[in-house]
């Protein structure tokens, strides 16, 4: 029988006031490459709800969207943020809290890392270009749209396990990344300008957190190792 994959949906409100759950095809289409069934996970405060979903499942992708609101570590909005729906950011740290608790495996993506390491009492930079490095990096995002830069895997994590070189190049298109991380996560990747582009931890069976978007790269060498990784982490906890 094919793993199912639970994937996180984004929430925006409508123009005429009703609230919608929806989900990016290319995520639907990565996992029907690797041959497990998406299960789309509705964005919920009810823990119960959140649970039930949850034990439809055997791994978890939380996926990517808009900013997170700064006061979630403390700090003033910045003018260049564009907030996801509070209902989102609140559904997804329910989420999360309940995949840490059972244990599940999970791949986080994007806005889904960002929002993991502020779960975990780090921050996170507003607007990359505001970033002052003297290796600049173009992260994209907003009206910049995709761009591409090198990352380096770190030495002793379980990724740089999984490839013959340390360097790589991934899809950009982020304003908000990690800065400052948790003292419980570690740093995988991470761009020339010192911004943490993945992060893992042991605190289960499988988390990896990338700040790329695989799902726009499905046949690309790096998405298939980390899927690979994923989906055998899966097969093993379920």
């Known amino acids: ?23 990016d095809i290319a995520y639907y289409q990565l996992m ?3 041959g497990v069934i998406a299960v789309p996970l509705l964005p919920s405060e009810d823990e119960q709800i959140i649970t039930s979903q949850l034990d439809m ?19 003033p ?11 989102r950011t609140a559904a997804d740290l329910l989420l999360y809290k309940t995949i840490q608790q059972k244990k599940m495996p999970l791949l986080a ?23 002052q490095s003297p290796n600049k990096v173009a992260h994209g995002g907003g009206n910049d749209g995709v761009t591409e830069h090198l990352v380096t895997l770190q030495p002793n994590t379980e990724m740089r396990q999984w490839f ?26 991470i761009a020339p300008d010192g911004v943490i582009e993945a992060f893992e931890t042991n605190y289960g069976p499988f988390m990896l957190a990338v700040q790329w978007h695989p799902e726009h790269r ?7 190792a980390i899927m690979t990784q994923f989906l055998k982490a899966v097969a093993q906890k379920s």
């Not at 993506?109 to 505001?130: K, R, T, Y």
């Not at 499905?218 to 298939?224: A, G, Q, S």
Request: aromatic share 4%; hydrophobic share 40%; with cysteine.
């Open 1 to 23: 029988m094919a793993l199912r994959i639970g994937i996180g949906m984004n929430f925006h409100t409508a123009q005429e006031g009703c609230g919608r759950a929806y989900l």
């Open 32 to 34: 029907q490459k690797f």
């Open 57 to 75: 499942v055997d791994g978890v992708m939380m996926t990517g969207g808009l900013d997170l609101d700064s006061a979630l570590w403390q700090k």
């Open 77 to 87: 909005l910045h003018d260049e943020a564009t907030l996801t729906h509070p209902h």
């Open 109 to 131: 993506i994007c806005l889904g890392m960002q929002l993991i390491n502020v779960a975990h009492g780090g921050a996170l930079m507003q607007h990359l270009p505001d970033h």
């Open 164 to 189: 013959a070189n340390d360097t790589f190049t991934i899809n950009s298109m982020h304003h908000q990344g990690v800065i400052h991380l948790a003292s419980d996560l570690c740093a995988t990747a």
């Open 218 to 224: 499905p046949d690309d060498v790096v998405t298939k």
